[in-house]
């Protein structure tokens, strides 16, 4: 299970939501406080910022904690809104920089922790890489990214097995699922983090139960059952 976090609100530098909290996703990355499945994130990173409305990227298929270029460079990246991953591969996927999350469409940026049989899925022209987590990408694009909680929904249906913790952004909101794995939320002054777990131990952290939608906008977080 990979670990993800969003942020949303003022503008912030990305070494400041992944790298230097004392158990951000760089820690994440070897050492994750919360995660159930797999025990490393080894196999690739990706971290996605709205530079005004374009969503960019930059990705990885090697482990966070040993790049270099990241921690010269995160720094000096500033965004409003955010969304990065720290990938532990289902057996099987392909080990790619096209297999790190965030996937995009153009518009939003999207983070998935679990595992979907990608027989339940569309085949997809569009999916940036044979990964599950690619495919559900596609299939949540297609449909509509408003049509978020309906899909898991059915997806999660087609695959009792499946855990489908979502993380989608597109500058302006955050939407998130929890279905099977760990989320929590930070509310703060400068903007709200949403992550598969706490970057640190102050205590507004807030856990998210499973099965829920959680949606954040410039006025404020919502949360309903999915
Ligand atoms: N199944 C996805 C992959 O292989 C996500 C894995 C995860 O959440 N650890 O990349």
Known sequence: MCRHLGWLGSPVSVASLVLEPVNGLAVQSYSPRRQSHGRLNADGWGIGFYDGRTPRRWRSAAPL?????LASVAPALHSHCVVAAVRSATVGMPIEPSASA?????TWLLSHNGVVDRAVLPV?????????????????FAEGPDRLADTIVSVGTADPDARLNVLAADGVRLLATTWG????????????????????????????????????????????PL
Request: proline share 6%.
């Open 102 to 106: 965030p996937f995009t469409d153009g």
């Open 181 to 224: 794995d760990t989320l929590s939320v930070l509310e703060r002054a400068d903007g709200v983090v949403v992550a598969s777990e706490p970057y640190d131990d102050d205590p507004d952290w807030h856990d998210i139960p499973d099965r829920q939608l959680v949606e954040v906008t410039s006025r404020g977080v919502t949360c309903t």
């Open 124 to 140: 997809s022209r569009t999916a940036e890489s044979t990964v599950d987590s690619a495919l559900l990408a596609a299939h949540i």
């Open 65 to 69: 904690w040993g790049d270099a270029s």
